[in-house]
């Protein structure tokens, strides 16, 4: 069994996954994620796999993301735990779906190593809590079968996602203060940049994402190629 992978999957599901690309849009809070999907999901032929954040915002009328901003140390491991099952369907259920190319808003990896490390490192998560998640995390990451070919990092700076916070005046958000758009945008860029916290799951592509709605379109039109095509 000299070929056998750390991965304990059925072979059936390696075959399957292969034919699939899988694409995870990264970036901080009110980089323009959504935006990107958007044009993606009407210039190609992809599959777009919904915003997960309604269903944090309301799991059998309850809103964990809400309970969260309001008292983190309470509710971080309530929300996390969510947002951690969520992507984690999500990242599966991309191969009933069946097309050739996939494309989601964050990943399993990036709620990890960016909102629960945050948590835990500013104090705000009792190490218990963060305990309990990582076991979650590695038994996920060990035991399915989960690739992605390709992260897109949208690369704005924590002040443009401040002002774009502002205008779009989401309820539960309006307690964010520019420091924790901070702390998030250093956690992305030792991940995906300076490549000195976590493993990559997969190669990176970034694109600067500081400028208006039609200079982003048209960067996303000209990466267009290089998303559809680079990577694993
Ligand atoms: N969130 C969190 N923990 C996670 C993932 C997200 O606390 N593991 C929070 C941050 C935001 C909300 O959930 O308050 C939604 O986050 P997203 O950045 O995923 O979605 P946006 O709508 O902000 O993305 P964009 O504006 O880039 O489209």
């Excluded at 901080?28 to 992809?46: D, H, P, R, W």
């Excluded at 502002?166 to 995906?192: N, T």
């Excluded at 970034?206 to 267009?224: F, K, N």
Aim: aromatic share 10%; charged share 25%.
């Amino acid at each position: 069994h000299k070929h056998q992978t750390r991965h304990k999957v059925p072979l059936f599901m390696v075959i399957v996954f292969v034919m699939l690309r899988m694409i995870c849009i990264e970036g901080n809070i009110a980089s323009g994620k959504t935006t990107c999907l958007e044009y993606f999901s009407k210039t190609s032929n992809m599959e777009v796999l919904a915003e997960p954040v309604s269903k944090w915002r309301n799991v059998r009328g309850h809103n964990p993301l809400a309970l969260m901003y309001q008292d983190p140390t309470r509710w971080g491991l309530t929300m996390q735990t969510y947002v951690q099952l969520t992507m984690m369907e999500r990242h599966l259920s991309a191969k009933s779906k069946a097309g050739p190319v996939c494309m989601m808003e964050r990943s399993i990896f990036s709620a990890k190593y960016i909102f629960v490390e945050n948590l835990y490192k500013s104090g705000k998560m009792p190490e218990v809590d963060y305990v309990v998640l990582t076991e979650w995390f590695d038994w996920i990451t060990t035991n399915l079968y989960m690739p992605i070919s390709l992260i897109v990092y949208l690369q704005a700076s924590p002040e443009t996602c401040y002002e774009r916070l502002k205008q779009r005046c989401r309820e539960e958000e309006k307690v964010i203060p520019l420091d924790y758009l901070r702390s998030i945008h250093q956690l992305y860029e030792d991940w995906l940049i300076n490549q000195s916290s976590f493993k990559l799951p997969a190669p990176v592509l970034v694109i600067p994402a500081d400028e208006d709605l039609p200079a982003m379109l048209r960067r996303y039109e000209e990466s267009r190629d290089r998303v559809l095509t680079s990577g694993n």
